[in-house]
Each structure stands twice: as structure tokens, then as C-alpha cells.
């Protein structure tokens, strides 16, 4: 007989019998007659109760079952006499597919953030984490959801590339040659004879990508793993995250924002409403004015602000700040959260940054001292989505590649896209792991990947 899973039972809307359940085994207890199994097969976060009775053929082996055992059972659902718990399963039939021995580290105890991430292989099977995970993959499904509801085509940007799209250097690269025997010519080592020909890397961003296709198929996103040789132990960064990047033809930069509003306003909604049994966790355990946030983000309209002004409320405030605020430099994360949590009391969106501390492709205004540049900044996290209207002039794209001292002969392509039919277009990447913070109240970005890899750090 085919399984069913333990989400579909816990909901289910009558008794049944002849039920197939497979899971691992949280907890046992016995009594006199009867075992008690609380199973859970990760398909959500309410474990199902299984009552075994001692006449069973093969009860000798349930009283030996341990926590984190995997155990098949075939039985009745019936009614729960129990509180908290509409069905429990009534066993005829119990195998042992393996007992987990005494050294199982996960036993029925609090175990710290620190701890868990030393076995991340096993974390899922706790309570936070099945849900964080669980959260994680329905917020995957409503990305693709709401871009292909609203007419955009999903793009595979490259993982490995030529082009460092933000300008900072800060790039892992690849390469298929013998690290002990490197070609060396002049003191240089010779990529022609790498895989590529060339240097390559793994990306920081699919963007550039992302805005060719763009500018021949309308409204694109990519959606994908990003990479980032940052030497930061903070509790926002890794060194492989996940990033959401729309792009947008004929699209300028209010229109750009109106997306990024949109977007994050229809995912909380989403969780809200899709996954309140795992967002029960955290508004409980984690951060208890989780809810009323997520309500307040999905509620209220974002304030819109320029730069200018976003520096002037700050210089005004009286605050005193770790970072100095001035005209010129970029916010830090404690003059967002003062925007988004004590001035405004909801998210915020800044544009019109300084052209002085931004990458070559956002488009220059005609102040010449500002780019049509956008940051949405959200309560408890900052910055959340980082975008811009893209420089649609050749001439002052190139210009502003000379002045960062860019290679036109890499980006021959990019500059190709604005001589052949070039447009207003416009786009953002959204941090998905900041994302997730943000909907979970989790507090630092190791805790809602599966796998995090931080500096020193490649476990697993």
C-alpha cells in the first residue's frame, strides 16, 4: 500500500483504515499495555501520535525503538481522545526500518544554534528547522508563482563567468589547472592555458545576464545561487546565498520600486496565510513580535524617499550612530533600521544614491551627481532589495566604465545592448536568505540555509 503523509492525516476530514505511515520516531513511551510513538516524516511541523498495544507479533521490537529510529506502520486513524490532537493511528502492523543508536544527538532537549550547525545534516529534523526549511521551500514556490502571474519568463543565468558585475573584486574564482603546476610567464600566470581561455568566476550576480534577455523577451527574473569571497563572520553574510533578480524593459525607476513593494507585500501575505503552522514557531519561540511585524509589512504602504533626505532625517535625529551619516556615503544597517523601526515604523525605499558609490550600469541623472539607484529596506533586516534603473546611453555607459577603469573589450556584449535597440529598462535583486530572516524572525543568515558556507567553513 502506498504511504501517506503525516500533513494529510493531521487534516484529514474522517477515520480510515488500513493507513500507511512512514517516519522517524521522535519519542516513545510505554505503559502497561501499550507503547506510545510520536512520529513525524518532516511533511509538517505536528507529529502523529501512534498507539501500539502489547498483543502485537512484533511488540518485542517497538519497546526497543530508540529516538530518531525510522520506523513504517500500518493502522486505523481514528479519533484522539487526547487534547491538542484530532487523530491518532492505531498500529496492526509495525516494521523496524533501523534503530538509531543512544548517541543520536538529537534527544528531546533544547539544543542551541551554535550546537546545530555542527550537524546541519541533521538539524532539519528538529522542530525550528523542519519549519524554517519548510517556510524556505513554499516562499521558493510563490516567487515563481507570482513573477509567471504577472507575465515574466524565468531565465538560467550563468554560475560561471568573465564579468565581475559589481565592480568589487570580491570574486571566487575557477579554474581546471594544476594549482602545484601553474603556467607562469613574466611573473604572471598564463589563463589562456585554463579551461576558458581566460579568467573566470562564479558569479555575484545574474543581472547583466539577466538585462539581455530582458531587452529581447520583456520581463525576465533569474533566481539562483550567487557567490561572494567576503571575508564577513557577520550574522547577514555568507559566502553562497540565493538572489531574486527581475529585469524589466521599458521600465523606469518608480516603476521599478512599484515591483519591489509589490513583491515583498505579496510574499508575507503568502506566509501568512500558507504557512501559519510553521510560522507558529517562530512567533512563539524565536521573536514574539514576529506577527504584528509581517502584518505591518504587509499592510501598510512603503514610505519613498530620496537619499538626500533619508541622510538629513538621520543627521537630524539626535542618534548617536557607530557610522557616521554624511552625504557621499552608503547607509550602514543601523541607519536603516532607524528609518524602517523608530522614524517611520514601516519598510522604507530609498533612491537616488550618491553616483560616487555605485557600480557602472545605473543610469546617471541629470543632476550628475545622483544615479536612479533604489534600496527597499525592511524592519529587523535593512536593506532587502538592492536595485536601479539600468544606463540605457551608450556613451554614458561607457564613460562611467572608463572613470571605474573597466575593460570595454569585457563587456563588448553589454555595450552591444545598447547600440542595437536600446531601452529604459530597469531591475533589483532581492537577498532570498534576508528574505527569509525577515519571515521567520531567524537572526542570522546560517540559519535559514540548508548548507551555509561562511569563511572556514565548507562542512558537508
Not at 479519533?79 to 493511528?89: F, M, N, T, V
Not at 568566476?201 to 550567487?226: I, K, W
Not at 533619508?310 to 551619516?325: C, H, T
Not at 544615479?371 to 535593512?382: T, W
Amino acid at each position: 500500500m502506498k504511504r501517506i503523509k503525516i500533513d494529510r492525516l493531521i487534516h484529514a476530514e474522517r477515520a480510515a483504515t488500513n493507513v500507511v505511515v512512514k517516519g522517524w520516531v521522535r519519542t516513545r513511551r510505554d505503559s502497561s499495555r501499550f507503547s506510545f510513538l510520536e512520529i513525524n516524516d518532516g511533511s509538517c511541523l505536528t507529529n502523529l501520535q501512534v498507539i501500539v498495544e502489547d498483543d502485537l507479533d512484533t511488540y518485542d521490537q517497538v519497546r526497543r525503538i530508540t529516538t530518531g529510529s525510522a520506523v513504517s506502520l500500518r493502522g486505523d486513524l481514528v479519533a484522539s481522545p487526547g487534547k491538542g490532537q484530532q487523530w491518532e493511528l492505531r498500529a496492526h502492523e509495525v516494521t523496524v526500518i533501523s534503530v538509531a543508536p543512544e548517541s543520536y544527538p538529537l534527544q528531546k532537549k533544547r539544543h542551541t544554534d551554535e550546537f546545530l550547525r555542527t550537524i546541519a545534516h541533521l538539524r532539519p529534523r528538529t522542530n525550528k528547522y523542519g519549519a524554517a526549511f519548510r517556510i524556505r521551500s513554499e516562499i521558493s514556490y510563490a516567487i515563481h508563482q507570482f513573477f509567471r502571474d504577472r507575465g515574466f519568463r524565468y531565465i538560467h543565468t550563468p554560475i560561471i563567468t568573465g564579468s565581475d558585475c559589481e565592480g568589487a573584486g570580491e570574486m571566487f574564482r575557477v579554474t581546471a589547472m594544476d594549482l602545484n603546476r601553474l603556467p607562469v610567464e613574466q611573473g604572471r600566470v598564463d589563463m589562456t592555458q585554463d579551461f576558458f581561455g581566460k579568467e573566470a568566476n562564479l558569479t555575484v550576480s545574474g543581472q547583466l545576464s539577466a538585462e539581455m534577455f530582458a531587452l529581447s523577451l520583456g520581463d525576465v527574473y533569474t533566481f539562483g545561487p550567487t557567490f561572494r569571497a567576503e571575508n564577513s563572520n557577520t550574522r547577514r553574510h555568507a559566502a553562497e546565498f540565493w538572489m531574486v533578480e527581475p529585469e524589466m524593459a521599458f521600465c523606469d525607476l518608480s516603476g521599478n520600486m512599484d515591483l519591489g513593494e509589490e513583491m515583498i507585500r505579496h510574499l508575507v501575505t503568502f506566509a501568512l496565510s500558507e504557512c501559519s503552522e510553521d510560522l507558529s514557531v517562530f512567533t512563539r519561540f524565536v521573536d514574539k513580535s514576529l506577527a504584528r511585524r509581517l502584518e505591518t509589512i504587509a499592510d501598510a504602504e512603503f514610505v519613498r524617499l530620496p537619499y538626500r533626505e533619508a541622510v538629513d532625517i538621520l543627521q537630524r535625529s539626535g542618534k548617536s550612530f557607530e557610522y557616521e551619516v554624511s552625504f557621499g556615503k552608503d547607509l550602514q544597517t543601523e541607519h536603516e533600521r532607524f528609518l524602517t523601526e523608530d522614524h517611520f515604523g514601516r519598510p522604507v525605499i530609498v533612491y537616488d544614491y550618491p553616483l560616487s558609490i555605485k557600480p557602472f550600469y545605473m543610469r546617471v541623472n541629470d543632476d550628475g551627481e545622483t544615479v536612479a539607484a533604489m534600496d527597499v529596506l525592511v524592519p529587523s533586516i535593512g536593506e532587502i532589495i538592492g536595485g536601479s534603473q539600468r544606463e540605457e546611453r551608450l556613451e554614458v555607459l561607457e564613460g562611467r566604465m572608463t572613470d571605474m577603469g573597466l575593460s570595454k573589450e569585457d563587456y563588448w556584449w553589454y555595450l552591444d545592448a545598447r547600440r542595437y535597440g536600446t531601452v529604459e529598462h530597469s531591475g533589483f535583486g532581492l537577498g532570498f536568505e534576508r528574505l527569509l530572516m525577515l519571515i521567520t524572525g531567524i537572526g542570522n543568515i546560517r540559519d535559514v540555509i540548508p548548507f551555509p558556507r561562511t569563511p572556514n567553513n565548507v562542512e558537508f
